[in-house]
Nanobody, 126 residues
């Protein structure tokens, strides 16, 4: 079965950290540009971060720069989103998505994605 599965979400206090995982089954993530999106309560979905299929170059939304890090672990066929210094406004359902047609991250929010994960909830609260 071809699918993406996210994990690693949870409840954390402001200033805390979480590492989200996006694992693929049935296909190889190295061939795809991978992006993380999130949708907070009452908000529209927004692009958070992206990693290119060509050279692993990355992109971050301004609000997460310096706090989040996206990375690829090829042997594990998994992409991670390390989230540090979490803020209450980071509370959202986080989704990973894989695009075969996208080579780089410029304009990643507008790409066509072949696969989406089911989402993992991140809640930042004291």
């Amino acid at each position: 079965q071809l699918q993406l599965v996210e994990s690693g979400g949870g409840l954390v206090q402001p200033g805390g950290s979480l590492r989200l995982s996006c694992a693929a089954s049935g296909f190889t993530l190295d061939y795809y540009t991978i992006s993380w999106f999130r949708q907070g309560p009452g908000k529209e979905r927004e692009g958070v971060s992206c990693i290119s299929r060509v050279d692993d170059s990355t992109y971050y939304q301004d609000s997460v720069k310096g706090r989040f890090t996206i990375s690829r672990d090829s042997p594990k066929n998994t992409v991670y989103l390390q989230m540090n210094s979490l803020l209450p406004e980071d509370t959202a359902v986080y989704y990973c998505a894989a695009s075969l047609g996208a080579y780089y991250c410029e304009g990643f929010v507008n790409y066509e994605y072949n696969y989406w994960g089911q989402g993992t909830q991140v809640t930042v609260t004291s």
